[in-house]
């Protein structure tokens, strides 16, 4: 199998159930969000966090092909036997499990805080507003055109992802900056 098919030289993809769509439709922005969030969370992980930390990225990049693969499915095509791609109500307990961890460690937090400080941390700020662009991709889908799930869940990865900035910065002993 060759890695390029020539089938995306005039502008156009296909979706899972065959249609094909230009690159610039909402459905491929939406996906394409996604998917650029999954390469950041791979960045976070190339700068050494903490075991914890990047068990949990690992696991959320597994859960963004996920997501990607049912934002490129809207006539529903993907075999319900393929368990990988699924997110259901318990991925997102799992992260707000992971939240309530790593925020149970912090200080409380009594202001806005600026991005920066650590690497890791400054990337997982940056990974924080790429997952807010996807989110605000799918919004854009309609209501109707998604699972309500997905929106749950990168809604509560963004939180996340703010949380493990902040444990970061903490865990390097690096001061947070207020606005």
Known sequence: MKLYTKTGDAGETGLFDGTRVAKSDPRVEAYGAVDELEAWLGLVRSH???????????????????????????????????????????????LEQ?????????????????????????????????????????????????DPILLTYVNRLSDLLFVMARTANARAHVREHAW
């Open 48 to 94: 050494h966090v903490d075991d914890d930390l990047e068990k949990m990225l690992t696991r959320i990049q597994h859960d963004l092909f996920a997501l990607g693969a049912l934002l490129a499915d809207p006539s529903h095509r993907i075999a319900p036997r393929v368990e990988k791609a699924t997110l259901d109500a318990a991925d997102v307990t799992r």
């Open 98 to 146: 992971w939240i309530d961890t790593l925020d149970a460690a912090l200080p409380p937090l009594r202001h806005f805080v600026l991005a920066g400080g650590t690497t890791p941390a400054s990337l997982l700020q940056l990974a924080r507003t790429v997952c807010r662009r996807a989110e605000r991709r799918i919004v854009l889908l309609g209501p109707d055109a998604v």
